[in-house]
Each structure stands twice: as structure tokens, then as C-alpha cells.
């Protein structure tokens, strides 16, 4: 399974960025599909996840800006990304899940949002 990332970039502070993340591969039912981030010296947290039933959660650091979906035809999870701020600056990590602990992470891509 491999996971491609894209939609990282540079963006001032209030703007919006969207994130994809396409798997590929030897793919069968996809259980969750997450963004995680990592910020310079912090660990990696939990932005959002969709179940395949397309229940959300999301951190109460971006709940009310940022919205996760999934398109099951593409095996693609995005994140749309509103009114960022500095303290959104991470590298994002997208996961797929099979089953209960079947994990694989996409390569990471950088966000950055200036003051």
C-alpha cells in the first residue's frame, strides 16, 4: 500500500489549504482515514479521522475550521483547511487503517502559515 500526499504549501495567516492523500496498492476495505501533524520539537497529534461510515472527529484545536472527508471510489482523504494560523504549522501525515491496527502513514506534507 502506498499512500501519496499533496497540497502543502505556504499560506498567510486566515487563508485556506487542501490536503489529499490517495492510497494505492493492494487495497481492500479501508477502515479509518486520518491527518496527524508534527510540529517542530512537539509529537505527533491526531488532526481528524472519517470512519468508512463516515463518522468524523477532530481535535478541539482545529474543530469549527477544518473539515476531513473521504471519497471511498479514489481510496482519498482530504482535509480542508480554514482560517489557519501560525500555530498550524506542521508537517501533515495522512493514515489509513485496515481492520483494527493495519496501519500505513503517507510520506508527510509541509504546511506553513505566516503571520
Known amino acids: 500500500v502506498q499512500l501519496q500526499a499533496s497540497g502543502g504549501g505556504l499560506v498567510q495567516a486566515g487563508g485556506s489549504l487542501r490536503l489529499s492523500c490517495a492510497a494505492s496498492?493492494?487495497?481492500?476495505?479501508?477502515?479509518?482515514m486520518a491527518w496527524y501533524r508534527q510540529a517542530p520539537g512537539k509529537e505527533r497529534e491526531l488532526v481528524g479521522s472519517?470512519?468508512?461510515?463516515?463518522?468524523?472527529t477532530y481535535s478541539d484545536s482545529v474543530k469549527d475550521r477544518f473539515t476531513i472527508s473521504r471519497d471511498n471510489a479514489k481510496n482519498t482523504v482530504y482535509l480542508q483547511m480554514n482560517s489557519l494560523k501560525p500555530e498550524d504549522t506542521a508537517i501533515y501525515y495522512c493514515?489509513?487503517?485496515?481492520?483494527?491496527?493495519?496501519?500505513?502513514w503517507g510520506q508527510g506534507t509541509q504546511v506553513t502559515v505566516s503571520s
Open positions: 493514515l489509513v487503517r485496515f481492520g483494527v491496527r493495519d496501519d500505513y
Open positions: 496498492g493492494s487495497i481492500s476495505s479501508i477502515n479509518v
Open positions: 472519517i470512519t468508512s461510515r463516515g463518522w468524523k
